[in-house]
């Protein structure tokens, strides 16, 4: 398939089911709300050692929030429930606790529900307040600046981790060009968060290394600087390759953000360097979750 | 199908023990099994169809005409349905409700509301005394749900109040919160003397400065955000609660009762 002179890859990414849970964090202005956000989600770009990976999902308008005010809806994924309670509740203590004129509003409803602000009430040392409104408990928590009001727990659903795609390109800056224009408009489509940094990744991984301690190392086969000296993929004229990996609540999110962010790139064309787009696998054995980029884009 | 419907004939001399009509008892009973259950009034056992003309046929729809203030237990334990009552109601209206809603068009005794669980009651006039309190001896009054009342409460409103949101739009009588261990009071007129009486958490919410006693500390003034939170909450009520021209987010608060435990707060709007 070629579109625009793009070639699209007969391959797929290959994703796995995590957990997920959505938060929502509002302050005075959305200037705060992003800060807390920002902070929130910080050092959470892959489960390898983050122990989470987590993004905004879009910034609300004060229409949106339960409180009226400004707000930033963020997502967090890891591989198991526990790891994602544990996550949440240290970034949400450490990040939005502390962020000035901050609330915390769960974001996602479910019938599986993780502590937000239910074991944070303790930072109050007993001088929390509970109020229960339309059945749903928020924790009231005296702060310097005021009062730090976070809802007691939000949903955890199943979701899925891993959803990628690669831009190769004639050279660096057109690579890097090509994901900024897929990122801004995948950033517009919900449900989906792209964790690494500006949405973008440089060093792609393929699984184990040479060296024992390391259960993932560079991806020699995309690295055009080894193209002499590996089994490559890529051919003479491609100089640099970078990845989108995408994580979202539902297949159909993920296939979504995939076709949006593939046709932003596809957009720009060959002519602007853009030379094949690709996507990272395992042969098809590891991840349940397949995501063909031909029958994406088709 | 129609609203079962329960006409007062005549008004009985003592007072009626109205607890066995509630949608869940009534559920697939037959009109004449319904005419045939039995009313306790003073020492007497009255057949319902001796003192309520009935008609209709949706148990879980009730009404009650031309109610007077002798009709006690009315909602007693009700777990799901309505009750609609045109008229006055007597003492202990929604005693105990697990779930469901009971409207009271006229006004209402003693005790509406006490140990309820759960559910919205709501009353169209004037409210007696221990609305939503606990019951002599007991340590727990409401756990849980609505109560709105259009009119004025008596006195002794929330006491020992547990959970739950008590709303007033008139004013309160002496005693207002007293010995309450968490919930929400919210008063739109005056309130009497002793607010907060041994008060030992939750939340009073006045519009009008209040005669505190003098175990209650002057916290500041402040913006809170859960306000903006319960006040949308009472945007579906029928109620000058859900006009978004009175709800507020600067308030006063004073924390109390320090005689007691003083983890409560009465919240002033600050005019």
Known sequence: MIINGVTIDATFAEAFPMKATRAIITAHNEKWALIAAQAMTGFATSVIACGCEA???????????????????????????????????????????????????????????????????????????????DGKRYWRIPVMDGEFLAEATTGQVSAIGGGNFLVLAQSQAQALAACEAAIEQMNKVPGVIMPFPGGVVRSGSKVGSKYAALNASTNDAFCPT????????????????????????????????MRVGIQAVCDLGSANGIKRISAGNYGGKLGP?????QEIMA | MSALTFTLKYQPKQRVDMSPLVCQLLQ?????????????????????????????????????????????????????????VEGDAGAYLAMGMKS???????????????????????????VGDFLGAALPGNKMGMKGGTVLVKGNAGERVGDHLRRGTILIEGNAGDYC????????????????????????????????????????????????????????????LNSKFADASVAFNRVQRYAGDMSEMGKAEVLVKIK
């Open chain 1, 55 to 133: 993004g905004i999902d879009r910034i609300l308008d004060a229409s949106e929030t339960p409180d009226g005010r400004p707000g930033v809806a963020v997502m967090i994924f890891a591989m198991g429930g526990k790891g994602l309670a544990k996550q949440l509740e240290t970034r949400a203590g450490q990040c939005v606790l502390t962020s000035p004129t901050s609330a915390l509003f769960a974001g996602i409803d479910s019938d599986t529900k993780i502590p937000l602000g239910k074991n944070l009430r303790y930072f109050g040392d007993g001088f929390q307040i509970a109020k229960v409104i």
């Open chain 2, 28 to 84: 697939g009973k037959t009109l004449e099994q319904i005419a045939a259950l039995e009313l306790h009034s003073g020492k007497l056992k009255l057949r319902v169809d001796q003192v309520f003309d009935i008609s209709g046929d949706d148990a879980q729809a009730i009404v009650i005409k031309n109610s007077f203030e002798k009709l006690d237990f009315v909602g007693k334990e009700l777990d799901g349905g309505s009750i609609t």
């Open chain 1, 226 to 257: 080894l193209k002499g000296m590996t089994k490559t993929e890529l051919s003479p004229e491609i100089e640099s390759v970078m990845e989108i990996v995408i994580d979202g609540l539902t297949k159909e999110d993920i296939d979504k953000a």
């Open chain 2, 177 to 236: 919160g007293s010995r309450m261990t968490a919930g929400t009071i919210a008063v739109m007129g005056q309130t009497g003397r002793y607010l907060g009486y041994a008060m030992r958490r939750g939340t009073l919410l006045l519009w009008n400065p209040p005669q505190l006693p003098a175990s209650f500390n002057d916290c500041g003034s402040h913006t809170l955000g859960f306000l903006p939170l319960l006040f949308n909450s009472f945007k579906k």
């Open chain 2, 100 to 126: 469901g809603e009971v409207k009271v068009t006229g006004n209402a005794g003693l005790y509406a509301a006490c140990e309820m669980k759960k559910g919205y009651l709501e009353i169209g006039g004037n």
């Open chain 1, 289 to 293: 979750f397949h995501f063909h980029l």
